[in-house]
């Protein structure tokens, strides 16, 4: 998956506008035009999409998750540069405060089957003797289950 779909997702999903995605940017210290939230938010084959890099998506999710949950105590998160699904997902699971078994639901609601222990293999650090990765269509059923959770009108984006 992509990281301007990702950010598609999210945002229709929690009905998110313009000046709400520029707040949830600003929440995690970085100043993002009303054109680049525009750029990014277009199709793959408009000539206007401009492809969001990963510290950006990175960026946006710490926003969100401060959005969600509040500022933490101590420093803010530093954005990665670099993202995998894995982290993704957890940083998605950490915004919306789910337990294991409701990300499961999330993820299984469409016919994929994952365990307790495979879930948890995917929020291990990549060195660790169980980390997995997660696979594009764990992390797009992921999306999926979200969007039917928090936006149940049964209309979906592709």
């Known amino acids: 998956?992509?990281?301007?779909?990702?950010?598609?997702?999210?945002?229709?999903?929690?009905?998110l506008d313009d000046n709400e995605m520029i707040t949830v940017f600003g929440l995690a210290d970085h100043e993002a035009t009303r054109a680049e939230v525009s750029s990014w938010l277009k199709n793959e084959d408009d000539p206007e999409s401009i492809e969001m890099n990963d510290y950006e998506l990175a960026t946006f999710l710490n926003g969100f998750?401060?959005?969600?949950?509040?500022?933490?105590?101590?420093?803010?998160?530093?954005?990665e540069t670099s993202l995998t699904n894995n982290v993704i997902l957890v940083k998605l699971k950490i915004a919306l405060d789910l337990k294991a078994d409701a990300v499961l639901d999330m993820i299984c609601a469409r016919e994929l089957t994952l365990s307790r222990h495979e879930l948890s293999a995917f929020s291990r650090k990549p060195g660790h003797k169980h980390y997995?990765?997660?696979?594009?269509?764990?992390?797009?059923?992921?999306?999926?289950?979200?969007?039917?959770?928090?936006?149940?009108?049964?209309?979906?984006?592709?």
């Open 1 to 15: 998956m992509n990281n301007n779909d990702i950010l598609r997702r999210v945002r229709y999903t929690f009905d």
């Open 65 to 79: 998750i401060i959005k969600r949950r509040g500022p933490r105590d101590g420093p803010p998160a530093v954005a």
């Open 132 to 158: 997995r990765p997660c696979l594009d269509q764990v992390l797009r059923n992921f999306l999926q289950g979200m969007q039917d959770t928090y936006r149940p009108d049964n209309s979906t984006i592709e």
